[in-house]
């Protein structure tokens, strides 16, 4: 599989690690090209942070060294050794960059000549055979309701480009498909006295494995906290009922009545 074929699409999300808080950052569009078989070893670099806080992460001024440094780790590593970079860590005041790369024999040398403008930083190199890419799709992908955040996160990005304001509310529509109207009818019974309204109820044969669809609408702002609560808990109780849920779509709220 060539990686040129990716178009990246790098996302960042709050996680735990070893009980201490993290962002994990990565390229989610490599999930359809992985594991790439001639790419089955893992660079992991590691860098102290210079002012880490109490919570492990780094000053508001170590942000632009650091990402002149993850820049320069990249172009190094992909020129000499085609590496492709998956993804990065931030925790216990510890960055942590991750690469996969058909030979990794030089990758101290080259990680090295990289940081040598960065006299401030020391570093670590560690490589390992990973022919499966755990590192990648069981470290740093998200669990699935951070993922299901991430795709949020994607929307309200949309609905800010546009002008939206957060704070109006305004009705946002749910989907969720179930295995068997048995399903459907119980979820239903346990939204329908909190706020929710039903839109619509059908049956789409296409969908082999979820047809019974479930259309409901709630009136909410787009603030974050707001959009997390709503779609965590009805993702939540889709798994509880063998349910798959599919997102939420809502107007663009201006105050000047444009909508999407």
Known sequence: METNNNQP??????????????????????????????????????????????????SEAEWE?????????????????????????LNAGLRKFYFYAEEVLLAEH????????????????DTWEDAAWEVYFEFLFP?????????????LRHLEENGDKPAISRQIDHWIYFKDEASRSKYWQEIASKGYQKVEESFEPEIEETPY?????????????????VVVYLWNLAQDHGADYDGWETSIETGQDATL
């Open 9 to 58: 699409d790098w996302e960042v999300y709050f996680c735990h690690i070893e009980d201490k808080p993290a962002f994990i950052g990565l390229d989610l569009n490599l999930r359809v090209l992985a594991p790439i078989e001639s790419q089955s070893n893992v660079i992991e670099v590691t860098i102290p942070l210079a002012s880490a806080g109490e919570d492990g992460f780094p």
């Open 65 to 89: 060294p650091l990402g002149d440094l993850e820049e320069a780790l990249g172009d190094s590593l992909e020129a000499a050794l085609g590496a492709v970079f998956v993804g990065k860590t």
């Open 110 to 125: 080259y990680v090295s000549q990289a940081m040598e403008p960065f006299p401030d930083y020391r570093f670590e190199v």
């Open 143 to 155: 669990e699935p309701v951070d993922l299901q955040k991430i795709q949020n996160v994607k929307v």
């Open 213 to 229: 669809k479930l259309q409901v609408s709630i009136t909410s702002t787009t603030q974050e906290d707001a959009i997390h609560d």
